[in-house]
Structure formats: C-alpha cells, structure tokens
C-alpha cells in the first residue's frame, strides 16, 4: 500500500486547471489521422499509456507520427496505406484500441494480431466479433474465449444494418470503421445513443457519415478519401470529474476547469450534479474542433442523493466511479441503474466501487447492473484495492481529501492510462 500524498487533514482546493485532453478523441485522432492522405495535426493530445498503445500500432502498421510536449503529427497515408506489423499489435490495456482497430484491421489485405495486458485479455470481445464477422470478415479469438489475442485475417466486407444489444460507442465504432472499408452502406442502431466522437471527426475529415438521434443510428458510406485535418483536443470530461466532485464535496472550495468538452453525449455527469443540487456554472461556452467546450465552475455544495438510468447512463459511463463517491457524501439515498456494463470495464466496477466504499464506512448495496448508496455515513481512510483501474485509483483518492483520516492505494501509478499527471493536479489546488 503506498500512503496517500495528501494531509490527512482537510483542506480547501481552490484555484483553476486544465485537465489533458480527452481519451476518445485522442484515439481517434490518431486513427482517422493515420487512414487519411496527408498530415494531422493534432494539439492537446493526451499522452496517457492508453492513446500511447493507440500511436504505437499505427507507427508499427508505417504510419510516421511524431510527438512533442504540446503537439502530435501524423503523416497519413490513406484508407488502403497500412502495412502489415512484423509482430502482433500490443493493446496494453486500452479497450478503444483493441475494439476500434479491430473495425480497421478487418478490411486490409494483410492478416494481423492483437494481444494486451490481463485485463484486456477478460475484456469482452464478442461484441465485435459478430458484428464484424457479420460483414465477411474473418476475425477470432486465439484461446475460443471471445477475449484478445485477436486473429483478423483479409477478407472481403460488406455494408449490414447492425442492431447492437449494447450502448457501446466501441462497438458502434469498429463497426463504423470496419464500413470505410465495405461495399455500400453500413448502419450501426444502439439501444441508447452513446459517445458521437468517431460520427462528428469522421465527418470532418471527409467521410460519408449521419447520425439520426430519433433512430439512435449511425450510417456511413463505404471507400471514402479521407483527408488530413487540424484537431484540437479539448479536456476531458472524465478527467475534469474527479475536480468536480472534488470542488463539490471538500469543504470552503472553488474550482475553475477550463476548456471541458461538454459534448451532450458525454455530459451526464453535469445534469446529475445539478440533480444532486451541486453549485456548477458553465462560462466561456464555444465550439473547438466539432465538440462543445466549457469553462465550468464548482463551488461546495450540500448534496442530496438522486436516481441515474436508462439513456443517461452511456453519457456518464466512465464518471459512475465518482458520482458513487459523490453520492456517499450526499443526504438520502442514491441509485444507479441500468449500468451493467460497468462490469466489464477495466475492473469490475461495481464491484470495485462497493467494496471500496464500504472500506470507507459507506452504506452501499451492489445490484447485478448498479448501485444502492445510502448517503450521509461519516466516511473515514481505508487502504483502496484500484485492481489496476485508474477510474477507481482516482475516485478515491478524492474521496480521501473530504473524509476523516487519510485513504492509501495500492497501485496508484495505474493513473497513467488516462491521467498522468493527476496527483500534481490535486497537489496544485491544495490550500495547505
Ligand atoms: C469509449 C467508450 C466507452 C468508454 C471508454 C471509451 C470510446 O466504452 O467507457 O472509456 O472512446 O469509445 P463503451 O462505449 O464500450 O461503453
């Protein structure tokens, strides 16, 4: 266990940051960037473990990409440029990449293979196999678990009209890519609209692609040209909640975040805190790069506990770690449904949730798809199990700055997925 780096005492958080740029957007930069004739250029790239396994197979498939402190470039070299890795294609831990690459590898000429860490290695990879396999191509699962290592070997695609049983952006994703590369016209309809990102950059860089909200569908056209673009990555939500709660639930605090990308199907979290009754105010709203972008201000707040489900779940999925904690800090009782998907995220979330919170002297009931907080139990220090999942590593660090008594990680590196430089985020608005 490694001891929290933060007092155990209480202390305002005041002042302003600007979280790094946001996970999904940095992924797909680089993908659309690399099947795309000439150069990206992308700004606030975020340089988290998960986006470097994203660069990593693109510069092993030819692509040149360089990378400085502030900026990312990618020489594209088309739809049909990639070259075939001289050895298996290594994920690390990154779900986006394994299941969005996995849509592009499925139409190329070369056969490839796709492994990761353990975790991906228990990650559902079903989900894309059938559709995939429901277009022509020829993909499996080495071990016959539906789980990475992944074999996808050439084939030829063609456009379906996929009904997906999950609210998945990935799954709409690697289908939607997998259709740059299929005859006709592909369709992607959800359960509940998820995460728009591939929809709107895929536009912007040339490709035949509507969403149509009242179907929950995305259709794209098949061999389009797509061209090399200017992206500027805005902050990520799911980083900026850990601020948000933060600011929330630690006593005498003030936080302002700069340049949040609020796109509605990633903002969930911003209603629930308003439902919780938690001060937020949105300044400086304007559009960068195709996405809503805020400046967002919290101040503490008394919070009561509220009911999340049905379509609202998909646009807060990756911020259900700290909205739990956020709800152990609240009065009355909070319940979070419809979320069975947080099951096979990085860990069993709702699993790891509980467990912690209940180290921490909350009243929580899991459920087989969420959550049961009974709010308002003075929480105190406990030595968190992360399971290697950054979400959790950081929800509860936070949760260690506004309970009694100090919390300790086991693994609290594990951040560097999505987040690297987290703890001296935290340390900078400390008001010791
Ligand atoms: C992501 C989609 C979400 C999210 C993940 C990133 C993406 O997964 O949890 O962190 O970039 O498309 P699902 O869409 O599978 O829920």
Same mark, same amino acid.
Do not use: W
């Given at each position: 266990?490694?001891?929290?780096?933060?007092?155990?005492?209480?202390?305002?958080?005041? @002042?302003?940051?600007?979280?790094?740029?946001?996970?999904?957007?940095?992924?797909? !930069? $680089?993908?659309?960037?690399?099947?795309?004739?000439?150069?990206?250029?992308?700004?606030?790239? *975020?340089?988290?473990?998960?986006?470097?396994?994203?660069?990593?197979?693109?510069?092993?498939?030819?692509?040149?990409?360089?990378?400085?402190?502030?900026?990312?470039?990618?020489?594209?070299?088309? *739809?049909?440029?990639?070259?075939?890795?001289? !050895?298996?294609?290594?994920? @690390?831990? +990154?779900?986006?990449?394994?299941?969005?690459?996995?849509?592009?590898?499925?139409?190329?000429?070369?056969? +490839?293979?796709?492994?990761?860490?353990?975790?991906?290695?228990?990650?559902?990879?079903?989900?894309?196999?059938?559709?995939?396999?429901?277009? @022509?191509?020829? /993909?499996?699962?080495?071990?016959?678990?539906?789980?990475?290592?992944?074999? /996808?070997?050439?084939?030829?695609?063609?456009?379906?009209?996929?009904?997906?049983?999950?609210?998945?952006?990935?799954?709409?994703?690697?289908?939607?890519?997998?259709?740059?590369?299929?005859?006709?016209?592909?369709?992607?309809?959800?359960?509940?609209?998820?995460?728009?990102?591939?929809?709107?950059?895929?536009? !912007?860089? @040339?490709?035949?692609?509507?969403?149509?909200?009242?179907?929950?569908?995305?259709?794209?056209?098949?061999?389009?040209?797509?061209?090399?673009?200017? #992206?500027?990555?805005?902050?990520?939500?799911?980083?900026?909640?850990?601020?948000?709660?933060?600011?929330?639930?630690?006593?005498?605090?003030?936080?302002?975040?700069?340049? $949040?990308?609020?796109?509605?199907?990633?903002?969930? #979290?911003?209603?629930?805190?308003?439902?919780?009754?938690?001060?937020?105010?949105?300044?400086?709203?304007?559009?960068?790069?195709?996405?809503?972008?805020?400046?967002?201000?919290?101040?503490?707040?008394?919070?009561?506990?509220?009911?999340?489900?049905?379509?609202?779940?998909?646009?807060? /999925?990756?911020?259900?770690?700290?909205?739990?904690?956020?709800?152990?800090?609240?009065?009355?009782?909070?319940? #979070?449904?419809?979320?069975?998907?947080?099951? $096979?995220?990085?860990?069993?979330?709702?699993? +790891?949730?509980?467990?912690?919170?209940?180290?921490?002297?909350?009243?929580?009931?899991?459920?087989?798809?969420?959550?049961?907080?009974?709010?308002?139990?003075?929480?105190?220090?406990?030595?968190?199990?992360?399971?290697?999942?950054?979400?959790?590593?950081?929800?509860?660090? /936070?949760?260690?700055?506004?309970?009694?008594?100090? #919390?300790?990680?086991?693994?609290?590196?594990? $951040?560097?997925?999505?987040?690297?430089?987290?703890?001296?985020?935290?340390?900078?608005?400390?008001?010791?």
């Amino acid at each position: 266990m490694n001891p929290s780096p933060f007092s155990e005492k209480i202390m305002p958080l005041k @002042g302003e940051i600007t979280v790094p740029g946001d996970k999904s957007i940095s992924h797909r !930069s $680089v993908m659309f960037g690399s099947l795309s004739k000439g150069k990206t250029f992308i700004t606030g790239f *975020l340089d988290g473990a998960d986006c470097r396994s994203t660069i990593a197979a693109f510069q092993k498939m030819g692509i040149a990409i360089e990378k400085d402190q502030n900026h990312v470039i990618v020489y594209g070299k088309g *739809l049909e440029g990639l070259s075939q890795p001289s !050895s298996a294609l290594d994920m @690390g831990n +990154s779900g986006t990449t394994t299941r969005l690459i996995s849509g592009i590898l499925a139409g190329q000429s070369f056969t +490839s293979h796709l492994t990761g860490d353990a975790s991906i290695q228990k990650r559902p990879m079903g989900r894309i196999i059938d559709p995939l396999t429901q277009m @022509g191509a020829n /993909i499996s699962s080495d071990c016959g678990n539906q789980c990475a290592p992944l074999t /996808i070997r050439p084939a030829t695609l063609h456009g379906i009209h996929y009904q997906s049983p999950v609210a998945s952006a990935q799954v709409k994703s690697c289908v939607l890519l997998a259709g740059l590369y299929a005859e006709g016209e592909t369709t992607v309809t959800e359960p509940a609209i998820s995460r728009d990102h591939t929809e709107r950059m895929l536009r !912007s860089f @040339g490709a035949d692609i509507q969403s149509n909200a009242m179907e929950k569908s995305a259709r794209i056209i098949g061999h389009p040209t797509l061209i090399g673009q200017s #992206i500027q990555v805005p902050s990520d939500i799911s980083s900026a909640a850990y601020f948000l709660a933060a600011g929330l639930i630690t006593p005498n605090s003030e936080i302002l975040l700069h340049n $949040v990308n609020t796109n509605p199907t990633r903002a969930g #979290i911003l209603k629930v805190i308003q439902d919780m009754g938690g001060s937020i105010k949105y300044e400086n709203q304007h559009i960068v790069s195709g996405e809503e972008v805020s400046d967002l201000i919290v101040r503490t707040s008394s919070l009561t506990g509220c009911t999340i489900e049905g379509d609202l779940i998909p646009t807060l /999925i990756d911020e259900i770690p700290m909205i739990a904690v956020l709800a152990a800090f609240a009065q009355g009782t909070t319940y #979070i449904r419809d979320a069975k998907e947080l099951r $096979v995220k990085e860990s069993d979330r709702i699993q +790891s949730i509980t467990e912690n919170l209940l180290a921490m002297g909350a009243d929580i009931t899991a459920t087989e798809d969420g959550m049961i907080i009974r709010g308002g139990k003075p929480l105190h220090g406990a030595s968190i199990q992360t399971h290697l999942d950054h979400r959790i590593a950081m929800a509860f660090t /936070i949760a260690g700055l506004a309970c009694d008594g100090a #919390i300790s990680l086991d693994h609290p590196d594990c $951040v560097d997925i999505s987040y690297p430089n987290f703890y001296e985020q935290v340390q900078s608005l400390i008001q010791e």
